[in-house]
T-cell receptor, first 108, second 114 residues
Framework: LAKTTQPISMDSYEGQEVNITCSHN???????ITWYQQFPSQGPRFIIQ???TKVTNEVASLFIPADRKSSTLSLPRVSLSDTAVYYC?????????FGSGTRLQVQP | DTGVSQDPRHKITKRGQNVTFRCDPI?????LYWYRQTLGQGPEFLTY????????KSRLLSDRFSAERPKGSFSTLEIQRTEQGDSAMYLC????????????FGPGTRLLVL
């Protein structure tokens, strides 16, 4: 199964921009990159998905370089409620195993 | 609410008992996935259906585990002769075969085996 690598944890303060990078060296041509947010005792919640370059929605931006071997989730002006675990994975025809995710702690 | 639903949300059982979980996917989604998640780890893939066909099973899915999706709608995951190591959150997700095939997750069923 494919593997992703992310930092284990990150700390930030309210109002700051947070960037979380994920490496996915084995991504295939038809795979999309998806980021999820998970709070304790809840299922992962979809944040954003992209294939290449930049994607932006109302909550985040996703930057994907030309080689697509990494991606960066950007959360603008985080708040306390953004404290969660963030997972990247790439989707294609087959379900993949998530990595351990990045635990983001936002301080006041 | 038209999202993925799972039932029950919590289950406590004694070792050796059988348990069954249900997942109702988003209605127009033809793909359904089961994952298991233990504390501090990301979800681990168990199995995947396209319509009623079970197309892939992880090596994690021992012969005590069985999943069905009889009419291509809801799915059940049964664990026979539960063991303490089966204690985990069991997550269901569904998707449709368009674009990036985004998987949408349910709230999960938390299993505790005593």
């Amino acid at each position: 199964l494919a593997k992703t690598t992310q930092p284990i944890s990150m700390d930030s303060y309210e109002g700051q921009e947070v960037n979380i990078t994920c490496s996915h060296n084995n991504i295939a041509t038809n795979d999309y990159i998806t980021w999820y947010q998970q709070f304790p005792s809840q299922g992962p919640r979809f944040i954003i998905q992209g294939y290449k370059t930049k994607v932006t929605n109302e909550v985040a931006s996703l930057f994907i370089p030309a080689d697509r071997k990494s991606s960066t989730l950007s959360l603008p002006r985080v708040s306390l409620s953004d404290t969660a675990v963030y997972y990247c994975f790439y989707t294609g025809r087959r379900a993949l195993t998530f990595g351990s995710g990045t635990r983001l702690q936002v301080q006041p | 609410d038209t999202g993925v639903s799972q039932d029950p949300r919590h289950k406590i059982t004694k070792r050796g008992q059988n348990v069954t979980f249900r997942c109702d996917p988003i209605s127009e989604h033809n793909r359904l996935y089961w994952y298991r998640q233990t504390l501090g780890q990301g979800p681990e893939f168990l199995t995947y259906f396209q319509n009623e066909a079970q197309l892939e099973k992880s090596r994690l899915l021992s012969d005590r585990f069985s999943a069905e999706r009889p009419k291509g709608s809801f799915s059940t995951l049964e664990i026979q002769r539960t063991e303490q190591g089966d204690s985990a959150m069991y997550l269901c997700a569904s998707s449709t075969r368009t674009g990036g095939e985004t998987q949408y997750f349910g709230p999960g069923t938390r299993l505790l085996v005593l």
